[in-house]
């Protein structure tokens, strides 16, 4: 806003008479000098338009290394990722696409073709082949277990090069979400192959200048780009120890750049100017059962907790737009994600009945009724031709009469919510919880804990419902948390086994088209919404924040937020 200062001048005239015969005198007061105006605060001028050079510096931890093939940390990848382009990108559904490479798999997704576009060339000139893709697999499997793209090859059985851009894929097994696994960059033989680690030569929107232990990295644009090339002429990536480090540094403009999520943003209440580009994450956020708890293995418990607070509501005052609302756990800006899966609304009468039935001892209905749940087509009986056997309907025969099953009253016990207390958010979700379960007649209680106490009691299985979420993979594999290996490998929480559920992960993992993976993904989706081993809330939103001098439209994505840095400017 501008401001302008508005200056009153004032003027004042004396006129003195004579008299005792003198003739009149008349005098005349100077007018009082007008003061210099002290000029408005005036408004930076906005760019015309986007304007080429200056440095842009942004966060990353001190690099053990800078392959990205080894490398562990997230956040040198970020970094690494203006280096180094990925095979594949995610587009605006989350859907991948051919990035350096176009893949096309065979119709039983058994196999692929990799095809290095022509454009894809080292920022020393020289071309990206298919020695280059062989060998950075390779190099992928004898990468440390937490490589950040280790198992991105998981699946490839074998490379064989058919000529210098072509590659033939076999794979271990076919998988309908096999493209996402191609999210991986390549690094070139004829200079990695010497041990220069520390020294990256990549085919991204910049090159490597200089890295400074301690203290910074400097890129600079690189000519050799198949993108349209950045604005930014530099990139200074400044070594921070931590998150709360980098939130300092940005409040005093010693970086320009911060990704964290939108209510740590908030959390943080800076004042200071910003520019900002949101984006839905992988943050799953949901309300978890422990199964080895007697009552929570009866469906209507669990539909009664879902139904006993006010999901839409909550999520919306909690987060108010920062969180995305999602029924499962798909990210609801992803092409897979069913937005029609059945949901248990806000009905605490109905939950009040539920729990009544428990209490009694009725025997509980044997097909969960959610709102808007899917329906099997009815297929028309054949119409029947009488026989000799069949008993006319005026003569049926007589039958016995059922026993009522005898009722035991269910003594439900006091249930234990868990959740971490350093998440504001998260806290606020389970207070509503427990005040929900108890005005339907259950007993609950809170405990906050410190995180590492919270993970703690979730891996020993001491709780009865907690309040958590998942950083979810970009892959689309749900069977860690919901399949009857997870309990075994330590990652299924809930402790949930269903036979019908390992069924439907198993089938969506071997769909071998990605029409069959979308099918078999939305029968998960929906079998979750319905049965309920979890209460789905929300995917969590993150950001982007930049200092005002950095212009250009922002649009990270879930996998990196410097997706389009290349449309940034620098402008003071």
Same mark, same amino acid.
């Given at each position: ?270 004042t200071k100017p910003t520019h900002y580009g949101e984006y839905t994450a992988m943050y ?80 509980? =209905? &044997? *097909? %969960?009724?959610? /709102? $808007?749940? !899917? #329906?099997?087509?009815?297929? @028309? +009986? ?6 000799? =056997? &069949? *008993? %006319?309907?005026? /003569? $049926?025969? !007589? #039958?016995?009469?059922?026993? @009522? +099953? ?14 971490n207390e350093e998440n504001e958010e998260r806290v606020k979700i389970a207070n509503a ?114 200092d005002t001098r950095v212009y250009g439209e922002i649009r990270p994505s879930a996998g ?13």
């Amino acid at each position: 806003m501008r401001r302008f200062a508005v200056l009153l001048v004032c003027m004042c005239l004396a006129l003195v008479s004579g008299c005792g015969g003198l003739p009149e005198e008349i005098i005349t007061a100077t007018p009082t000098p007008e003061p210099t105006p002290t000029p408005a605060p005036t408004t930076p001028a906005e760019p015309d338009g986007p304007v080429e050079g200056g440095t842009l510096r942004i966060p990353m931890r001190e690099p053990v290394t800078l392959n990205p093939l080894l490398n562990e940390d997230v956040t040198v990848d970020r970094v690494l990722k203006l280096l180094f382009e990925p095979l594949t990108v995610l587009d605006s559904e989350m859907k991948p696409t051919g990035n350096i490479a176009d893949i096309n798999f065979a119709t039983d997704y058994a196999s692929a073709i990799v095809t290095i576009k022509p454009e894809a060339i080292w920022s020393d000139g020289m071309p990206v082949s298919a020695e280059d893709f062989i060998y950075s697999v390779e190099v992928l499997r004898s990468a440390p277990g937490n490589a950040i793209y280790k198992h991105s090859i998981d699946n490839i059985a074998e490379c064989e090069s058919l000529d210098g851009k072509n590659i033939r894929i076999t794979f271990v097994e076919p998988f309908g979400g096999t493209a996402y696994l191609f999210d991986f960059p390549l690094i070139p033989e004829h200079h990695y192959s010497g041990g220069n680690d520390m020294l990256p030569l990549g085919n991204g929107l910049y090159t490597f200048e200089e890295y400074e232990p301690g203290k910074s990295m400097r890129l600079l644009q690189s000519p050799y780009t198949f993108r349209q090339r950045a604005y930014i002429e530099y990139i200074d990536a400044v070594i921070l120890p931590d998150a709360e480090t980098e939130l300092h540094a940005f409040d005093q403009r010693l970086i320009d750049v911060i990704s964290l999520e939108v209510t740590e943003w908030s959390r943080h209440k800076s004042t200071k100017p910003t520019h900002y580009g949101e984006y839905t994450a992988m943050y799953y956020e949901f309300i978890g059962f422990n199964f080895k708890t007697e009552i929570i293995s009866d469906f209507r418990f669990r539909e009664a907790v879902a139904r006993c607070f006010n999901a839409d509501e909550l999520i919306s005052d909690v987060f108010l737009t920062h969180a995305a609302r999602s029924v499962s756990p798909i990210n609801p800006a992803s092409w897979l994600y069913d937005a029609d899966a059945p949901v248990y609304g806000y009905d605490t009468e109905r939950a009040k009945t539920l729990i009544e039935q428990i209490k009694s001892g009725e025997v509980a =209905e &044997t *097909t %969960p009724t959610a /709102e $808007e749940a !899917p #329906t099997e087509e009815t297929v @028309p +009986a054949a119409e029947e031709t009488p026989t000799e =056997e &069949t *008993t %006319p309907a005026s /003569e $049926e025969a !007589p #039958t016995e009469e059922a026993t @009522p +099953a005898v009722r035991v009253p269910v003594e439900i016990p006091a249930l234990r919510v868990i959740t971490n207390e350093e998440n504001e958010e998260r806290v606020k979700i389970a207070n509503a919880l427990v005040e929900g379960m108890e005005s339907v007649g259950l007993s609950a209680s809170l405990e906050t804990l410190p995180f590492d106490g919270f993970v703690e009691r979730l891996n020993a299985g001491e709780f009865d419902l907690f309040v958590g979420s998942y950083n979810l993979s970009l892959v689309p594999d749900l069977r860690f948390a919901f399949s009857g290996m997870g309990i075994y490998e330590g990652s299924n929480l809930l402790s949930y086994a269903n036979r019908d559920m390992d069924a439907l992960l198993d089938a969506a993992f071997a769909a071998s088209t990605e029409a069959a993976y979308r099918r078999s993904l939305s029968s998960v989706q929906r079998y979750i919404a319905e049965n309920l081993p979890v209460i789905s809330l929300a995917f969590r939103k993150s950001a982007v924040i930049t200092d005002t001098r950095v212009y250009g439209e922002i649009r990270p994505s879930a996998g990196n937020p410097y997706a389009n840095i290349n449309e940034w400017f620098i402008f003071e």
